[in-house]
């Protein structure tokens, strides 16, 4: 049974950070994973995303204050975001794929998480 669980979300002052975490439990890592958010009354939009061979994409909103990695050997993906900002208050989402694509498209993505909330004030 394949599923991915969110932790790590919470509620934080600006300038503050967080650490957010997904288990990829029935998976084999690495992977294509990602962090993607739905802001409220927003559709959900790629926030990094990290290929099974170590690239990186990030949206250009985040790039510098977020970083994307993954511990293959615990199975876990994080995503790292210091310098929080108000407008990066959301609902945070992993997910992953087995094909390419857009990355920042999630059409492309085959498998969610439940989300974790995020808010900065």
């Known amino acids: 049974h394949v599923q991915l669980v969110e932790s790590g979300g919470g509620s934080v002052q600006a300038g503050g950070s967080l650490r957010l975490s997904c288990v990829a439990s029935?998976?084999?890592?690495?992977?294509?994973m990602g962090w993607f958010r739905r802001l409220p009354g927003q559709e959900r939009e790629g926030v990094a995303a990290?290929?099974?061979?170590?690239?990186?994409n990030y949206a250009d909103s985040v790039k510098g204050r977020f970083t994307i990695s993954q511990d293959n050997a615990k199975n876990m993906m994080y995503l790292q975001m210091n310098n929080l900002q108000t407008a990066d208050t959301a609902m945070y989402y992993c997910?992953?794929?087995?094909?390419?694509?857009?990355?920042?498209?999630?059409?492309?993505?085959?498998?969610w998480g439940q989300g974790t909330q995020v808010t900065v004030s």
């Open positions: 029935g998976y084999t890592l690495p992977m294509n």
């Open positions: 990290i290929a099974g061979d170590g690239r990186t």
């Open positions: 997910a992953v794929r087995r094909c390419g694509g857009l990355w920042y498209d999630p059409g492309r993505w085959t498998k």
